[in-house]
Structures are given as structure tokens and as C-alpha cells.
């Protein structure tokens, strides 16, 4: 049996267990032994019974002296077990335990774990583990727990204990039983995956003593170092995993600069039209990632850069100063956004900045109205804005030069692969990318997942746009915040109010927009109230955003289907119920659409008022306390990692980041930059022979189970 065995094929999973593995993605024996344990538990402290103390948690070698079965008043049977050693006796109790009553048999010896109580003088544990030391009289018992019956090493008592997150019916006990099996089934001499001087330089462990430690740790081992994932066993499973990752995407990277791309030139009436576009005096930060846009343009081989920024920061204006670069070196732009909300708002805004370019608006209404013809040929669109319309398959960009992907965390990696396709093949270039995102990613997460390409930041704020004032609001205090956001409407202004559902057939403990735009309706009876939601069809959505652009609703009732898009400087006030339901970023997309400048660059102060909700528990009210405290949405990136973890920040599957097993950006920095670092020096110095024989593992083993990122 090797590591590519199939899981069904370790003894003790068999037919019973190796659906429910195989359904978790554990196909493969390697699959189950990357299932690390969450944390562990020090079970090694053996007590005699004299030794013990209340609120203690030990570990009881005892003898079983007498076994009962109790029923009590309201009918609950309750199994209670005595047991004794030369020094005292311990009395066991479980709850709704018949199963467990021809399990037990007076002298039986037990290793018994758990926490320790006293009741009427007598020590007791309620719910112990245990294991069967020895059956009968007469026969030996192992030293220090060492063994038990069966003569194999002790699994779960008297040692450091790993424990598992349970998979449906298979406990985290019985995860631990057959990780064992398949240790004791695979050779201890595992082809190795790294190479030899890797190792060496870093002094990290073979592979079997990798997954020996981590899973069983031996005596003496540090609990400290096994829950910070520190040890040199875990220190070679999460730098394995990383450094396939970095190398994956050096080898990408490597690819991309030898490709040929559209030498795009920075001429005097570039310059001169860059200027034009301009509402007022760029900040320095945009000014920064212009230039930077502009050089990989110019450089000969495909550009791939990230440009991330806060709501509102100006990352619009500068991908069509970009595309400006594009159109007028003779190419196409196509700038791809997730939702028509925001591909019509980025839209108009192409249409006021670049009067005398042809622009074109995609979209599955727009698609099916035009033919393939009318995107190519000398009345072609010089820039097309759309969503993923875009990606239609009769559609062909006729001279693509630049793709724009805005919200890049939303598109699937072969999205932006296809969209980079779209007419590449025929002027034999490939096109530059820059994707965009408004949820700051964290640097950690960025580094790690995002190696191949290149990253502007712009952190400054454009002039006229003050921090918005943003406050928990309790619900003894809701009268006081529908005032202010009456007053607020008395002096001409408008406000969001967002919910979380749209009726109550989703979550009915929550408060759905369809029945809180009745309830405004009354409590704002001279304002003109309006309600957008999801299932609206394009035409009514597109009705109510102009009519709320207009002036003419003042308080529009919304879900988060506002979260991007929206631009309208005279909204100065949101009100988000139901707050705790969102996420941190959600929350900072959504305060992102009060608070716009105006055309005049002037713009009024926002406010956000957060209503936790009646189940919102601690968690959710610290990201809501997070929220209100900063208005900078790359610090409160980072406090969301560090809340959620890089799992929950970012999806697999439909972002397109990997989904780390092992590792975790923000705790392992240090391996982080150690895989980066060894990965391009590999990519750029290791025999090719041997390159290959990497590339092989990654085709075999990672880029199955992550789905290695094909295109930025």
C-alpha cells in the first residue's frame, strides 16, 4: 500500500466508511493522512486515585470492581461503574448508556480519562473515555499505559491525544483508529516530494516521520509547539504544501514573461488625454499605480497585476486611464464586472471620462441584441464594458489589447482565463490583465496566493470624501437613529436601509425587506420610499436606481445586492439590520456607498448605523465593534483574517485561491516567504529532468485537490 491507494483500501474503512471519506475529498490514503488534527489534549498525566484533586483532568489505571444499571425518576438509565486502585476508588458514571452495560465486567483493568469531581467525599468522572488494559486476572499489565490489549501502542489515553473534527458518523475517535492504520500500512521509506537540499537547508523531516508526529506525537512532546502547528513535523506539511503552491505559480509567472504582448506606448497625446480625464488633482497613490500600469504596458510581455484599494478610493478612474493607454496604441479594452448594477455604473462612468470613445454596454439583454459582427471591424467598440455576457461564446473581441476584471474575488479563475482568450489566438499577443478588487486583501493572503502577479495599492482617499461616522445601535436606542435619519432627510439627503433577506420564508427570525419597506412607508409617510432586491427583474432594478439617482425615492430599502455599484453622492445615511449576519468586509462594501463625492468634489458627511439583531452573538458584535472603529479597510482586512481565518475569507471554488489544507498565510509567514523564496530559486536553477518530476507530483497530487490557479 502506497499513499495513492484508495482510502477504501485501509483496513478498518472499507465499504461502511470510505463513501463518507470520499465525499469530504479524502480519496486517497496521502488524502487522510493531510486531515490534521484541530488541536490536542495532553492525556499523558497517569494519577493514582489518592493523587487526584477536584477539577482535575487525568488519566486513572483502576480495576473494575462492580457495574449497575440506574434508572431514574424521569427515565434516564445511567450506567455507573466502580473501580479501584491500591490507593482509593473512582466511581464512573454515563448518561443513556445501555450499550455500554456488556462492555464491563468486574476485574477488568481500565485506563480511565476525564475530569475529575467529588461527590459525598467520593471521586467521580461523568462521561469518561476509556480503554480495556486487561481482561482477566493474572495477565500483565502494560507499563504506563503504553500498550493495550491488543498489543498496540495506546490511541487515545496516556499520551497527547489528537483530536479530529468529525465527519458526519465518523467520530473523531474513529478517524484516529484508521489514521493509525494507514501509518502501520504504508512504508516507512516514502518517495520523497522535495527536493534534498530543501531539506536539508531548512531541517525538515522525511514525510512518514512528518505524519507520524503530527498525528501521534511521542512522549514528551511539547503540547505548546503541537497547537501553534510549530513542530518540525507540522513545520514539513505546511512548507510542502506551500512551497508546490509558490512553485505552481513561478512556474506561471515564468511562462507569462516570455509571452509576447502589445507593446502599448506613452506618447504626448496619451498623456495629453490622461490629463482630460481628470475631475481633480489625482492622489499620489493613484499617480503610483498609473505609472506602474503604464511601464508593464510598455514592457513587451503580458502585464498580470492586481490593483486593490478602499471603497471609493479612485480604482475606477485609473482602469480607464489604462484602457485610455489601450485604445489609443490601437487596441481593445473589456472591462468585466460581476453584476449589472455595477457593469452599468461602470458604464457611465466610461461614457462621461471618455467622450469621443466608442463605448459599449454587454450584458445578456445587450448580447442578444447584437451581432458578433458589431464588436469587430473599424466601427468595433474601442472599449466594451459588461459582465460575463462577455464570455459568450459567438463573442469575439476583434484586437483585444487590455481586460479589466473588476471584483476579482467573484469570478472563477477560468472566468478571467476565457475573457483573456477571447481573440487572443488571432493577433498571437496576449492581451495585459488587471484585475481590481475594493475588499482589501490582506498582504499575507496576497503574497501567498496572489505570487503571480504583480500588486498596486492605492490607500489614499480622493479629496472631498470625510470618514464615515459609523455606531452600534442598540434596539432600545432604533427611535433615537430613525430621527436623526429623519432629520437628515428633512435637509435633503437620502438614505439605504438594508436587510439581510428579502422575505420571511429564508430565515424568519430576521428582518426581510419586502415587510420593513410597509413598516417605512408609515414611519417615512412624506418621503418618497422605493425597495430593491434580487429578485427583481434588470428593467425594475434599472427603473429604481435611476429614480434613486434622480432624487425622486429618499429612502430606498435594499439586501446587498447594493453592495457594489451604487454611486449616488447625495446618499449620506445607512441603516444595516440585522448587522451581525455579515461579514466584516461585507460590512465595509456596504458603508463604501454613502458618503460619494460630489461632481463638485465636495461631499456631505455619512453615517452608518448598525443594528446587531436580536441572536447576534460575541463574535459577530467584536466584528461589528471592528466595523465602527476604522473607516480603513486594509487594517480591518487584516482583523478579518485574523477572526475567520484565510478559509472563510476567501472560497476555493469561487474565487479561484486555493484552498489551503495545512497551511495558514497569516501564521506561518515565516514559511511563507521560506516557499516563495526556495521555489523561484528552483524555477530559475534546478535541472530539468528534475523540474519535471515536480511538475508530475503537482499534476498527480495538488493540482486535483486545489485546482492550481491557471490565470491570475
Not at 141 to 156: D, F, Q, T
Not at 554 to 574: C, H, K, R
Request: hydrophobic share 45%; aromatic share 6%.
Amino acid at each position: 500500500m502506497d499513499l495513492s491507494t484508495a482510502v477504501q483500501l485501509i483496513p478498518g474503512v472499507g465499504p461502511k466508511w470510505a463513501p463518507l471519506l470520499v465525499q469530504r475529498g479524502l480519496e486517497t490514503v496521502e488524502d487522510l493522512l493531510y486531515y490534521l488534527p484541530f488541536r490536542y489534549e495532553d492525556r499523558s498525566l497517569v494519577r493514582r486515585v489518592a493523587e487526584l484533586e477536584a477539577g482535575m483532568t487525568a488519566t486513572v489505571r483502576a480495576t473494575v470492581t462492580a457495574v449497575r444499571t440506574v434508572r431514574t425518576r424521569r427515565g434516564m438509565t445511567l450506567l455507573r461503574l466502580t473501580a479501584e486502585d491500591e490507593t482509593g476508588q473512582l466511581r464512573c458514571t454515563w448518561f443513556h448508556a445501555d450499550y455500554l452495560r456488556e462492555r464491563f465486567q468486574p476485574g477488568q483493568v481500565l485506563a480511565l480519562y476525564g475530569r475529575v469531581e467529588t461527590e459525598a467525599g467520593t471521586f467521580e468522572m461523568r462521561q469518561p473515555e476509556f480503554e480495556l488494559l486487561r481482561q482477566r486476572p493474572g495477565r500483565a499489565v502494560p507499563p504506563v499505559l503504553e500498550r493495550n490489549e491488543a498489543g498496540m501502542e495506546s490511541l487515545k489515553l496516556g499520551r497527547i491525544v489528537p483530536v479530529y473534527a468529525a465527519l458526519g458518523a465518523l467520530t473523531s475517535g474513529r478517524i484516529r483508529w484508521l489514521i493509525a492504520s494507514a501509518l502501520r500500512a504504508i512504508p516507512r521509506d516514502l518517495p520523497e516530494t522535495l527536493p534534498a537540499k530543501i531539506l536539508e537547508a531548512l531541517q525538515l523531516p522525511d514525510r512518514y516521520s512528518a505524519f507520524q508526529e503530527v498525528h501521534f506525537p511521542a512522549a514528551g512532546a511539547s503540547l505548546a509547539q503541537l497547537q501553534a502547528a510549530r513542530t518540525p513535523g507540522h513545520r514539513r506539511l505546511i512548507f510542502e504544501e506551500l512551497f508546490f503552491l509558490e512553485y505552481g505559480i513561478a512556474l506561471k509567472r515564468r511562462k507569462m514573461l516570455r509571452q509576447a504582448a502589445p507593446v502599448m506606448a506613452i506618447t504626448p497625446a496619451v498623456r495629453e488625454r490622461l490629463k482630460q480625464m481628470l475631475p481633480f488633482h489625482p492622489t499620489a497613490d493613484q499617480k503610483r499605480a498609473l505609472k506602474e500600469i503604464a511601464a508593464d504596458m510598455a514592457a513587451g510581455h503580458p502585464m498580470r497585476r492586481l490593483l486593490q484599494g478602499d471603497v471609493g478610493c479612485g480604482k475606477t478612474l485609473v482602469s480607464l486611464q489604462a484602457a485610455v493607454i489601450a485604445i489609443e496604441n490601437g487596441y481593445q479594452a473589456a472591462l468585466m464586472a460581476p453584476t449589472q448594477i455595477l457593469a452599468a455604473q461602470h458604464y457611465r462612468s466610461a461614457c462621461a471620462r471618455l467622450g469621443g470613445y466608442r463605448v459599449e454596454l454587454v450584458t445578456a439583454a445587450t448580447s442578444r441584441r447584437r451581432s458578433t459582427r458589431q464588436y469587430a471591424g473599424a466601427a468595433a467598440p474601442q472599449l466594451l464594458v459588461g459582465t460575463q455576457a462577455l464570455l459568450a461564446r459567438g463573442l469575439q473581441i476583434h484586437r483585444p489589447g487590455l481586460i479589466i476584471v473588476d471584483e476579482q474575488h467573484r469570478f472563477g479563475v477560468m472566468q478571467r482565463f476565457e475573457l483573456l482568450r477571447k481573440g487572443g489566438a488571432a493577433v498571437g499577443e496576449s492581451a495585459h490583465l488587471l484585475v481590481m478588487t475594493a475588499t482589501p486583501i490582506p498582504r499575507t493572503l496576497a503574497l501567498t496566493l496572489y505570487g503571480d502577479l504583480e500588486v498596486s495599492v492605492i490607500r489614499q482617499m480622493p479629496p472631498g470624501r470625510p470618514p464615515c461616522v459609523t455606531r452600534v445601535v442598540e434596539s432600545n436606542q432604533e427611535p433615537m437613529m430613525l430621527e436623526f435619519v429623519r432629520r437628515q432627510l428633512a435637509r435633503g439627503r437620502q438614505a439605504y436601509f438594508v436587510y439581510p433577506t428579502i422575505d420571511d420564508s429564508a430565515k424568519p427570525d430576521l428582518k426581510p425587506a419586502l415587510r420593513m419597506e410597509r413598516v417605512l412607508r408609515e414611519v417615512y409617510a412624506e418621503y418618497a420610499v422605493g425597495i430593491l432586491h434580487g429578485r427583481m427583474s434588470d428593467e425594475q432594478k434599472a427603473q429604481v436606481l435611476e429614480a434613486f439617482a434622480a432624487g425622486a425615492i429618499q429612502v430606498l430599502v435594499a439586501t446587498s445586492v447594493i453592495e457594489v455599484g451604487l454611486d449616488v453622492p447625495n446618499a449620506t445615511v445607512m441603516v444595516i439590520a440585522d448587522a451581525g449576519r455579515f461579514g466584516i468586509a461585507q460590512l465595509h462594501q456596504l458603508r463604501g456607498r454613502i458618503g460619494r463625492p460630489q461632481p463638485s468634489g465636495a461631499g456631505g458627511r455619512a453615517y452608518c448605523f448598525l443594528l446587531p439583531g436580536a441572536n447576534a452573538g460575541d463574535l459577530a458584535r467584536r466584528r461589528l465593534e471592528e466595523v465602527a472603529a476604522s473607516n480603513d479597510g486594509f487594517a480591518l482586512a487584516e482583523t478579518d483574517l485574523r477572526l475567520r481565518g484565510p478559509g472563510e475569507v476567501f472560497g476555493a471554488r469561487q474565487s479561484g485561491v486555493p484552498a489551503l489544507e495545512v497551511a495558514d498565510p497569516l501564521r506561518d509567514q515565516d514559511l511563507v516567504a521560506a516557499a516563495r523564496a526556495e521555489a523561484r530559486r528552483y524555477v530559475d536553477a534546478a535541472p530539468l529532468e528534475d523540474q519535471r518530476a515536480l511538475v508530475r507530483h503537482i499534476q498527480l497530487r495538488w493540482q486535483r485537490k486545489y485546482g492550481l490557479v491557471e490565470i491570475g
